[in-house]
């Protein structure tokens, strides 16, 4: 199929095996960031959704750009899949009424303002305006829901509302560091001196994590955009069972007692993973999680996907630094997580997933260290997580106050 579009064909080609991160990926196209000087300093409205792929690119190009350049910067996100921009619903949760944005008048409003000089509600935006998802009751209802047949079960009302702030980050935003324990907790406590046995699993690239949902923008038959509980099911690619994620041996799950009050997480959000593997080269992933207590439609309760990232190991000091690692020497990854807005609310659990893959959405380590986008081998790899009071995980959560 891809023969009789020789220029995507060559595209397709390309980004697979162009493994290692060279001039071809420093194209305007991929690499924004090394073009910020020659943006031109005019007007700029940077908009983007939590379940699109480019939700931090959008964001970090907000605040790079708007420390650089003169003119006003606006930054909007909502709570959208890639393109979605007057959807109520992303996967399987709804936003409700209140998350409707109208799309092109906002746009022309905009114009108006910019271009013709005229005065619109423009003029009264505040630099950052966005949306906050998970004040709803979490019931489910079929109103907009996509796709409906016999058997659906109807959207979770996730809820949320809009807000405006004067920046991003917001400027009294805590970066509360929660620890992963030995005893599949997650708290803000930091582990102490003592037994603290490090979780293992064994990453098998034949038999990757299935991706539910999350920021993607293509392959819509092959993988849906949004929020969905993580549970296998059959619509999903790479799903041979409809158990919950966590489940998998291959998964391992931390999670905070059951929260007495409502927890707002909203703006960057950074993993500091300690972990070491057989294999030179892997892959360690990390999903944010929303889960929600047992309830009448849901007797088992919801685990929601809010948010999540990978680190490939050998570019753990930079694409342009690759560093094979030694097996079995405990390392420190740091990487980011795609921003978000969500309110924990009292009841539920904040919840962290550590594995090596989420496939397809991200191609698959082959644990080689082979060149890659061209290997064809595979290798197991024995992973090993830390979290003990020297080789201490944990996630930076952008708590705010109230």
């Known amino acids: 199929v891809l023969s009789r579009l020789p220029s995507y064909e060559r595209w397709a080609i390309d980004v697979l095996t162009y493994g290692e991160y060279s001039d071809y990926w420093k194209q305007r196209g991929y690499a924004i960031d090394e073009y910020y000087e020659e943006h031109a300093d005019v007007p700029t409205l940077y908009w983007g959704g939590w379940y699109d792929s480019y939700a931090r690119n959008t964001t970090a190009s907000y605040t790079k750009l708007s420390k650089m350049k003169q ?25 409700g009424s209140d ?18 000089g005229l005065n619109t509600q423009v003029v009264d935006w505040d630099p950052v305006r966005f949306f906050t998802m998970g004040t709803g009751d979490g019931k489910r209802t079929i109103l907009g829901s996509p796709g409906l ?3 659906y079960p109807g959207l979770i009302n996730h809820g949320g509302y809009w807000r405006s702030a004067p920046d991003w980050p917001l400027p009294e935003s805590q970066f509360v560091p929660h620890y992963l324990h030995g005893d599949g907790s997650l708290s803000r406590e930091m ?97 944010l999680i929303d889960v929600y207590p047992p309830s009448n439609d849901d007797p088992e309760g919801l685990a929601i996907n809010i948010t999540d990232s990978i680190i490939r190991a050998r570019y753990r000091n930079g694409f342009e630094q690759p560093e ?3 097996p079995g020497e405990p390392y420190e ?23 090596s893959s989420n496939w397809p959405r991200f191609d698959v380590n082959p644990n080689t260290g082979g060149t890659l986008g061209l290997e064809r081998r595979y290798e197991l790899a024995h992973q090993t997580v830390y979290h003990d009071a020297d080789c201490a995980s944990h996630i930076m959560l952008p708590v705010q106050k109230g």
């Open 99 to 116: 998350a409707h944005f109208n799309y092109l008048d906002t746009k022309l409003m905009w114009f108006d303002h910019h271009l013709k």
């Open 324 to 326: 094979f690692m030694t």
């Open 71 to 95: 003119s006003p910067q606006y930054l909007l996100m909502g709570p959208w899949t890639h393109g979605q921009y007057e959807v109520t619903f992303a996967g399987d949760i709804d936003f």
């Open 333 to 355: 990854f740091v990487f980011q997580l795609y921003p978000t807005s969500n309110v924990f609310q009292i009841g539920h659990r904040i919840r962290l997933d550590i594995s």
């Open 149 to 151: 047949n016999a058997d």
């Open 191 to 287: 582990p102490v001196g003592g037994p603290n046995p490090a979780s293992q699993y064994t990453f098998d690239p034949k038999n990757p994590v299935p991706t539910i949902g999350g920021g993607i923008s293509a392959a819509e038959s092959v993988m849906r955009a949004g929020a969905f509980d993580q549970r296998g099911r059959p619509d999903f690619f790479g799903c041979d069972d409809n158990l919950p994620l966590n489940q998998r041996s291959d998964v391992l799950s931390f999670q905070t007692t059951v929260l007495e009050s409502d927890v707002e997480v909203t703006g960057p959000i950074e993993m500091h993973l300690w972990a070491s593997s057989s294999a030179v080269d892997t892959d360690f992933t990390a999903k």
